[in-house]
Each structure stands twice: as structure tokens, then as C-alpha cells.
């Protein structure tokens, strides 16, 4: 009986330790219509790290209608999408080097997919966060929000 206890325990610490390693990551799509499947997001203050994957499920190349996700502050978001359409394709429209960014994916086209990984050590409940497609024009429809809590 006590093997059976400590089995038990074993496999209860093993499953939350797999939640909590799950809230410390997300999944988003993209698709042809220019959307996001979420618009908003939140990253739970204990992640030492925080996972985004990103996918595509249109159809169409990454040239054409390609999306990346990023994340900024709220009041920078503009900013950065404004600087990365001279940034270019190439570069994931993100100008290289800015510091503004918190974390992006790369630009990608149908059927493709990409994460990035970051350190949320320095994100704050008191800030607003947004992330946001930097792909030119695509920051209208394609925006959301972050929370940290």
C-alpha cells in the first residue's frame, strides 16, 4: 500500500510539474485572412521563461502574406512596425538590433511555424504589453494584448 502512496505522489508531482512547465508556454495561429486565433495572452509572473510558437495555417508564402509575432511594449508596437518595414523581409521587418523589442518570431508563410523562447524576469504587472504582426500593414488587424500575472 505505501509503494502504491509514493508511486501516486510520484506521478501527481510529475503531472504538475508538466502544467506548470505548460503555463509557461502558448501557441498562436496565423492565416490568410490576416488574423491571430488569440488577442490576447498571459504570462503567468512565475515562468523563469516563456515559450511562443508561432503557426501559420493559410496557404500562401511568407513573401505574400507571411506573419511573425511580437511582443513590446504597448506604447512601442507602432514604433517598431514603422522601423521594420524598412528593416525588410530579410531582417523579419524588425530593424536590426532594437532594443524595443521584448522577443519575435521569424516571418513565416503557410504551413510553417516558428517559437521563440525569453526571459520574463524583467516583465512587470504594473506595464502594458502588446504583441502584434510587424509584416507591413498587417499590425491593424493583427495585435493583441499581453498580460503578466
Known amino acids: 500500500m505505501k509503494l502504491k502512496s509514493i508511486l501516486l505522489g510520484a506521478v501527481l508531482l510529475g503531472a504538475s510539474g508538466t502544467t506548470l512547465a505548460n503555463e509557461c508556454e502558448a501557441t498562436i495561429d496565423s492565416n490568410d485572412m490576416m488574423q491571430f486565433d488569440k488577442s490576447e495572452m498571459t504570462i503567468p509572473a512565475s515562468c523563469d521563461e516563456f515559450t511562443v510558437t508561432l503557426t501559420h495555417s493559410g496557404k500562401l508564402p511568407a513573401a505574400s502574406m507571411g506573419h511573425n509575432w511580437v511582443m513590446s511594449t504597448k ?3 507602432q514604433a517598431i512596425a514603422t522601423d521594420g518595414m524598412s528593416a525588410g523581409l530579410d531582417n523579419n521587418y524588425i530593424k536590426p538590433g532594437d532594443e524595443r523589442v521584448i ?3 521569424k516571418v513565416i508563410g503557410g ?3 516558428d517559437s521563440v523562447t525569453f526571459d520574463v524576469s524583467g516583465l512587470s504587472a504594473d506595464e502594458s504589453y502588446a504583441f502584434f504582426c510587424s509584416f507591413p500593414g498587417h499590425i491593424s488587424m493583427m495585435k493583441g494584448t499581453v498580460i503578466v500575472k
Open 103 to 105: 522577443a519575435h518570431t
Open 111 to 113: 504551413g510553417e511555424k
Open 75 to 77: 506604447a512601442d508596437m
